[in-house]
């Protein structure tokens, strides 16, 4: 298969893991017999650098001829201070303009890890590994908000339209078909309107799924389950600004950040790939960034954008190898030798 890869390594620590990432991908297509072409996109810090502006439209026209789309980390120091323009505004514009409605962070807890997870054995068993899929582009987020004229109350509103939940939805429920069939809708829906309409959509896509197992969790109920019993989630399914908490809870339970991928999804099989992780300019330029994160981002690239099960799989054991033997990063060495941001590439690639 041929596929074109649009790819933004932005600044920091974003150019260093992408450049391991690619080098993944280079030896995954050799091995399994595709190519994949990447057109090199400016975007953050360096594209106010180069063009006075984080977003150039080229970058944003490029990306949507692209099958899908490679991103590092923007931002830094250097442009926190201009007035009126933010490198991070890149990302917003990247998400509204690629029309990625869905985000999925995966909260994966390693055996070889679990000194890093702050949950006791017991409660962790063999290892957790839950898909949160979130609502990107609508809910309170994006409601009408506003103060009333003398500034003494402030709103800000929680609106779904049915159609913008089933799409959500779906994606939970493909991502389950292909994972362990099982949908937790978390919500509020013993006060939220909004929530009760989330369960009459679900309701209505089940009979399509009838392999996938569903239940129902009241958000503050799943926060407390997150730490409590995690085992019992695969893909969790819920709004915007339950699904930005949540997921950053999952991610405490998973060791560091330089482990944890991303994936937004639009219509189709159109998809960005990132690490959660920023462009950490405390260790940008040293080599030590721990390129995990967005090799696994690449693996969730051939798995839901390109349908290469096989190729994704390979990925992600082929890192799960490079930990089993011992090998990391300085973020999760915990006082062990640690390996350079290159010689992890490279150990991956060597395990493929
Ligand atoms: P950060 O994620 O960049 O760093 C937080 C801490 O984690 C730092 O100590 C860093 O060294 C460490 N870290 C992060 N990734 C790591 C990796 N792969 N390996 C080892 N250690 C890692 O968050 P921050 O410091 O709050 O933000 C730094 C810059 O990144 C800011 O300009 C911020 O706006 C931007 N940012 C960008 C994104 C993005 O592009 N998606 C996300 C978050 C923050």
Not at 1 to 8: D, F, G, L
Not at 101 to 121: D, G
Not at 249 to 264: R, V
Request: proline residues 4%; charged residues 25%; hydrophobic residues 40%.
């Amino acid at each position: 298969m041929n596929k074109k890869i649009a790819v933004i390594p932005g600044d920091g620590i974003g150019v260093e893991v992408v450049k391991e990432a690619i080098k993944v991908l280079d030896a995954v297509g050799e091995k399994f017999g595709h190519t994949f072409s990447y057109e090199y996109l400016l975007a953050g810090g360096c594209a106010i650098d180069a063009t006075g502006k984080p977003l150039p439209e080229e970058t944003l026209e490029k990306a949507k001829q692209a099958d899908s789309v490679l991103l590092g980390a923007v931002g830094g120091p250097k442009w926190d201070n201009i007035p009126g323009i933010r490198p991070e505004q890149a990302l917003l514009g990247l998400r509204g303009g690629l029309g990625l409605y869905a985000n999925l962070r995966p909260a994966v807890m390693y055996k070889e890890l679990a000194s890093a997870c702050p949950l006791k054995s017991e409660i962790t068993g063999d290892g957790i590994d839950i898909m949160i899929v979130r609502e990107l582009t609508g809910g309170i987020y994006f409601g009408e908000s506003g103060r009333s004229e003398d500034g003494n109350s402030a709103y800000d509103t929680e609106s779904y339209s049915k159609k913008e939940i089933e799409r959500l939805l779906i994606q939970a429920f493909e991502i389950a078909m292909k994972r362990n069939k099982h949908v937790t809708v978390v919500d509020k829906a013993n006060i939220l309107e909004t929530s009760r309409m989330w369960r009459e959509v679900t309701r209505d896509i089940m009979p399509k799924y009838p392999e996938v197992k569903v239940d129902y969790l009241y958000v503050d109920n799943a926060s407390m389950q997150l730490v409590r019993n995690p085992l019992q989630f695969d893909v969790i399914a819920t709004s915007n600004i339950f699904g930005d908490i949540l997921s950053d809870e999952a991610s405490q339970i998973t060791g560091s950040i330089g482990m944890l991928p991303s994936a937004s999804l639009g219509e189709g099989t159109f998809g960005m790939y990132e690490p959660v992780h920023g462009s950490a300019p405390d260790i940008a330029g040293k080599n030590i960034a721990n390129p995990l994160a967005t090799i696994l981002s690449v693996a969730m690239m051939l798995r839901y954008s390109f349908a290469m099960k096989d190729e994704a799989d390979c990925i992600e054991n082929a890192v799960q190898k490079a930990l089993s033997d011992g090998l990391r990063t300085g973020d999760i060495a915990g006082g062990k030798d640690a390996l350079g941001t290159k010689e992890m590439g490279d150990a991956v690639v060597a395990r493929l």
